[in-house]
């Protein structure tokens, strides 16, 4: 497995973690249990992030070989 293909891989698992720790959150304030509104916020940006990473690397894959895929 090529280096890229891994980095690709690992923001995937790091992407579906965040979500998945925000959705657990999310459906805990549903319940009885106190939850903090700033602590979900927390795990929705981190969630968000993550997605991001995910996206721009994906879009980097679409470029052509030496092309750096920093956004200015």
Known sequence: MDTHARHLE???AE???HRERY??????SYG???TRLARMHELQ???E???LRLRRARAGESL???TPNRRP
Do not use: N, T, V
């Not at 959705?23 to 805990?28: E, G, H, I, P, V």
């Open 32 to 34: 009885p249990r106190p």
């Open 23 to 28: 959705d657990l959150y999310r459906a805990r």
């Open 10 to 12: 690992l923001l995937e």
């Open 45 to 47: 940006r981190a969630s």
């Open 64 to 66: 052509p070989p030496g």
């Open 15 to 17: 992407a579906r973690y």
């Open 49 to 51: 992030g993550a997605e």
